[in-house]
């Protein structure tokens, strides 16, 4: 063995396959220097990704609109790509069942010599039952929008319910659909107006489904303010002589009052007054209504009192008789 190893032919052959694994070495280093030193690499913001499951029946969640890409390699590979943005994003969820996965974003259509890192590369989803299930639209409004001395009288809303859909975690969790009024303020006369439609659970929080409609129409009735005020009948003058007044009822006990709230609301009682110096029969009487001061009106604004008198008209119809002849 000594003498094989000491011979001059295996010293050859031992210099001549050291030299061979050299030159191998030295050439792939410097081809991978070359390679390296001509790669380059971009950055691509914002890349939408597309998602593929039955869209008819299921909800998914968790799944971004768009990703960040960085690619790698030959700068004309890199120019291309990023100038013509033939390739493809995707994730395929088809023969996922329903739950939470986590899944891997898959890039198609990019050359092998592409270095691909994608930010985030993995999604964690949820795949839930798609529902749809009808709820009444409630509105509502800020009364600082109306002008002093107005107040809603009533509120619709056409239509009066929509069809909401979506996974059916988050329609369980609906507690409210609400739409609101809005308008610059100083509101004195009705209104209608389109507005959206706001789902929200019962934290508030907005939450994502499909509304049909998404928009309604709502109908304002504004009017001013106002109060039924009990009425306090007054009698006025002295009646005519013989002539008592036993009753005098009025056909209404209260009447409605409008104007500004703070001054609605002070009065206790409309006094209304009855001139029983002229009645000498009995029968209906009709009067007027004045305005208190600072209301804008009154209704109604005549008052009809049923009087019942007594006593001998006889020379009462006499005097008023001889009056006319003269």
Same mark, same amino acid.
Request: hydrophobic share 35%.
């Given at each position: 063995?000594?003498?094989? @190893?000491?011979? $001059?032919?295996? !010293?050859?052959?031992?210099?001549?396959?050291?030299?061979?694994?050299?030159?191998?070495?030295?050439?792939?280093? =410097?081809?991978? *220097?070359?390679?390296?030193?001509?790669?380059?690499?971009? /950055?691509?913001?914002?890349?939408?990704?597309?998602?593929?499951?039955?869209?008819?029946?299921?909800?998914?969640?968790? &799944?971004?609109? @768009?990703?960040?890409?960085?690619?790698?390699?030959?700068?004309?590979?890199?120019?291309?790509?990023?100038?013509?943005? =033939?390739?493809?994003?995707?994730?395929?969820?088809?023969?996922?069942? /329903?739950?939470?996965?986590?899944?891997?974003?898959?890039?198609?259509?990019?050359?092998?010599?592409?270095?691909?890192?994608?930010?985030?590369?993995?999604?964690?989803?949820?795949?839930?039952? %798609? &529902?749809?299930?009808?709820f009444r639209v409630d509105p509502e409004m800020n009364t600082r929008l109306l002008a002093e001395g107005y107040e809603v009288k009533s509120m619709g809303v056409h239509p009066s319910s929509i069809n909401v859909t979506g996974a059916k975690s988050v329609v369980d969790a609906i507690s409210f659909v609400k739409v609101s009024i809005t308008n610059d303020g100083? !509101?004195?006369?009705?209104?209608?107006?389109? *507005?959206?439609?706001?789902?929200?659970?019962?934290?508030?929080? %907005?939450?994502?489904? #499909? !509304?049909?409609? #998404?928009? &309604?129409?709502? +109908?304002?009735?504004?009017?001013?303010?106002?109060?039924?005020?009990?009425?306090?009948?007054?009698? +006025?003058?002295?009646?005519?002589?013989?002539?008592?007044?036993?009753?005098?009822? $009025? =056909?209404?006990?209260?009447?409605?009052?409008?104007?500004?709230?703070?001054?609605? =609301?002070?009065? +206790?009682?409309?006094?209304?007054?009855?001139?029983?110096?002229?009645?000498?029969?009995?029968?209906?009487? #009709?009067?007027?209504?004045?305005? $208190?001061?600072?209301?804008?009106? &009154?209704? $109604?604004?005549?008052?009809?009192?049923?009087? +019942?008198?007594?006593?001998?008209?006889?020379?009462?119809?006499?005097?008023?008789?001889?009056?006319?002849?003269?």
């Amino acid at each position: 063995m000594d003498k094989f @190893m000491d011979s $001059p032919w295996f !010293l050859r052959l031992t210099a001549l396959f050291l030299a061979i694994m050299l030159f191998l070495s030295v050439k792939a280093e =410097d081809q991978s *220097s070359r390679n390296t030193i001509g790669d380059v690499f971009d /950055l691509l913001q914002d890349v939408p990704v597309e998602v593929y499951y039955d869209t008819e029946n299921l909800v998914v969640t968790g &799944v971004p609109d @768009m990703v960040n890409m960085t690619i790698e390699g030959p700068a004309q590979i890199v120019q291309t790509t990023k100038l013509l943005k =033939d390739f493809t994003l995707k994730l395929d969820l088809q023969n996922l069942t /329903l739950g939470e996965h986590t899944v891997r974003i898959q890039a198609e259509n990019l050359s092998d010599k592409l270095d691909v890192r994608l930010d985030p590369s993995t999604v964690n989803i949820n795949i839930e039952e %798609k &529902v749809t299930q009808s709820f009444r639209v409630d509105p509502e409004m800020n009364t600082r929008l109306l002008a002093e001395g107005y107040e809603v009288k009533s509120m619709g809303v056409h239509p009066s319910s929509i069809n909401v859909t979506g996974a059916k975690s988050v329609v369980d969790a609906i507690s409210f659909v609400k739409v609101s009024i809005t308008n610059d303020g100083s !509101l004195n006369k009705s209104f209608e107006q389109k *507005s959206r439609v706001r789902v929200l659970d019962r934290d508030l929080n %907005k939450l994502s489904v #499909e !509304l049909d409609p #998404e928009e &309604v129409t709502v +109908k304002v009735d504004i009017q001013e303010y106002s109060r039924e005020i009990p009425l306090k009948l007054q009698q +006025k003058g002295q009646s005519p002589d013989g002539i008592t007044i036993e009753s005098a009822v $009025p =056909d209404v006990q209260s009447i409605r009052v409008y104007g500004p709230k703070s001054i609605v =609301d002070a009065i +206790k009682e409309i006094p209304v007054e009855l001139d029983i110096d002229k009645i000498n029969k009995s029968g209906k009487v #009709e009067v007027d209504i004045k305005n $208190p001061e600072g209301i804008t009106k &009154v209704t $109604p604004a005549k008052l009809k009192i049923q009087v +019942k008198v007594s006593g001998d008209t006889s020379d009462i119809s006499k005097k008023t008789d001889d009056k006319k002849e003269s």
